[in-house]
């Protein structure tokens, strides 16, 4: 897929980071969130070596932005790689009962330990670690319930780490979006572009559209629920010639934004962040030998 390079590293990013690696020490559990629709890619690369030993729980997020088949694929998948993800929806509510189950049991385990050692409990101290815009405030606002920290539909709303309390038995530490300083994978990166998972100013909208076009042409169950074609098609009244995506926006921008392919990209856009093609998982996992 040929692309513009993609990089976003701003500076509060670059300060976020430096505070978190200091505050890693002093938590007891990493909650690394990623984007159910683009599992791999938004991964952080150094999270698991920056997080060592401490026991980490990986919360993949906006599950229901993807087909039921989609996350049980991933779960499959996941679980063989020896991860025991939670799945949730950090809008709706859905997995935070789960979320919230596994972090108390880490606080238990961490207090069996304390009291060993002649020391008091205390409450177990969660880092909520992940890129940007993959729902981490939306989580704890959900485990705590009620609005303790910004949640917005852009990247870069949480700004400073912000320790959330919970009724004593748990602390949770709110973090802004962690990214690599160089996006290296860029096939990746164009991926977090079409989720929203880093600045806009990153990217040009008109190709990141272009290259979502291009994917949307060519998925298929289990990606999606059904064929996605129609979708487009019923949605905007034009259809993808599979061959030629790249002239669906032209066609689309002259139905309806007076021939402006700039809005009409940023329409598709918007169009599939806030869900409005359906679930989609834009990575499913490449099939491995024993299926
Ligand atoms: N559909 C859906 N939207 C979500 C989910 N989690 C978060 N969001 C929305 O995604 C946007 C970004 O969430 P936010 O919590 O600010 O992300 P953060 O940057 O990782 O802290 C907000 O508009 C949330 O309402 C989810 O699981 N499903
Ligand atoms: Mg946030």
């Not at 683009?38 to 229901?64: M, T, Y």
């Not at 189950?101 to 009291?115: F, I, K, M």
């Not at 050692?117 to 705590?144: M, T, Y």
Request: glycine share 8%.
């Amino acid at each position: 897929m040929a692309s513009p390079s993609i990089q976003w590293y701003p500076g509060h990013i670059a300060r976020a980071e430096k505070q978190l690696r200091h505050q890693l020490d002093r938590v007891d559990l990493v909650l690394e969130v990623c984007d159910a629709r683009i599992l791999p890619a938004s991964r952080h690369p150094s999270l698991e070596r920056w997080v060592g030993n401490k026991p980490r729980v990986l919360v993949v997020n906006r599950r229901d932005m993807v087909p039921p088949t989609a996350r049980s694929s991933w779960h499959r998948w996941l679980q063989r790689q020896g991860e025991d993800p939670i799945w949730c929806d950090g809008r709706g509510g859905g997995g935070s009962k789960a979320l919230l189950q596994a972090t108390v049991d880490a606080g238990a385990a961490l207090n069996v330990r304390r009291q060993q050692r002649g020391l008091r409990p205390r409450p177990v101290r969660a880092l909520v670690l992940g890129f940007p815009n993959v729902g981490k405030s939306a989580l704890i606002n959900r485990l705590v319930g009620r609005r303790a920290v910004a949640s917005e539909r852009r990247a870069g709303v949480t700004r400073s780490l912000q320790w959330v309390r919970m009724g004593g038995q748990v602390d949770l530490l709110d973090a802004p979006g962690i990214l690599p300083p160089r996006l290296q994978d860029q096939q990746a990166a164009l991926l977090l572009a079409i989720c929203d998972d880093i600045g806009q100013a990153a990217y040009d909208h008109e190709s990141v559209a272009q290259a979502l076009l291009l994917l949307l042409a060519n998925l298929a169950p289990p990606h999606v629920g059904r064929p996605l074609n129609g979708l487009l098609a019923s949605r905007y009244g034009v259809t993808v010639d599979p061959q030629a995506p790249h002239r669906w926006l032209q066609a689309a921008a002259a139905e309806h934004t007076s021939c402006c392919t700039a809005r009409m990209a940023q329409r598709l856009l918007d169009d599939f962040r806030k869900g409005c093609l359906g679930a989609i998982a834009l990575q499913m996992p490449r099939p491995s030998p024993q299926g």
